[in-house]
């Protein structure tokens, strides 16, 4: 596999020590200036230009990859992610990917028609999987693990096995797109 790490010495790593991977297409997307893949906003801020009108879009192969450790603080609550799909359109390649002990959600999707699959997510601080944006590609064979741990205050570590929304500011919102209509199957919440 192609392990995606941290930068502290072996042993010493812990959670959010990391970057994300980020992916971007030119995949539909339910932001106004995301229509004609304009720059627009994903975790961790303004992340460059993504979205269009190509659901079919190719932004490679994804296969064997792990990142582990991610999630590096921004902002205070504005953690990056393992991995990220902005606007990914339905022809990339993504199998077997893993996100562990990331500081924020494992595999977050921004629009696009991208599908997924043999995906784990174990350990996490946030969501396994998390779509957003109008999303409306297929995700099969998903294992989530979240963290059994607990933050020196007394919380789980671990939020949601899944977050599903359509527009986090406008959940109505079917601009570009339309709305969030992912199909999912074959998975494991832990």
């Known amino acids: 596999p192609i392990i995606i790490t941290g ?29 004609a893949g304009d720059s627009a906003a994903s975790e961790g801020g303004l992340v ?18 792990r990142v582990e450790y991610a999630g590096r603080e921004i902002t205070p609550n504005n953690e990056l992610n393992s991995f990220v799909f902005n ?15 990331g500081a924020d959600d494992a595999f977050e999707m921004f629009g696009g028609a991208v599908d997924v699959k043999h995906m784990i997510a174990i350990d996490g601080t946030d969501d396994g999987l998390d779509w957003q944006l ?13 963290s059994p741990r607990f933050a ?11 977050e599903a929304d359509n527009n986090e500011f406008n959940n109505d919102a079917s601009i570009c ?4 209509n992912p199909t999912v199957a074959n998975v494991t919440l832990v």
């Open 87 to 101: 606007g990914v359109g339905r022809r990339t390649r993504v199998e077997y990917c893993e996100a562990f002990r």
């Open 152 to 162: 020196p205050s007394g919380t789980q570590f671990g939020e949601k096995g899944i």
């Open 7 to 35: 930068d502290d010495a072996p042993g010493s790593m812990t959670t959010g020590c990391g970057g994300e991977l980020i992916l971007h297409g030119r995949a539909k997307v339910n932001v106004v200036n995301s229509c």
């Open 134 to 146: 109008g999303w409306r590609g297929r995700a099969q064979f998903i294992i989530v693990r979240v």
């Open 177 to 180: 797109s339309g709305y969030s």
């Open 48 to 65: 460059g230009h993504y979205g269009g009108n190509d659901d079919d879009d190719d932004s490679g192969e994804l296969r064997y990859v």
